[in-house]
């Protein structure tokens, strides 16, 4: 689905189940926290 920069590292996540991301809730290189929620799925 996305890679997520955490300290210098890349990471890939995955999706767990078919889906289509309805649209992105960040932008690229904003910086999340954990838990906040990064996109609308279907």
Not at 21 to 33: F, M, R, W
């Amino acid at each position: 689905v996305c890679i997520i920069e955490a300290m210098k590292i890349m990471n890939e996540i995955e999706a767990d189940c078919a889906g289509k991301v309805l649209s992105i809730l960040c932008e690229n290189g904003q910086a999340v926290e954990f838990g906040q929620p990064l996109f609308m799925v279907e």
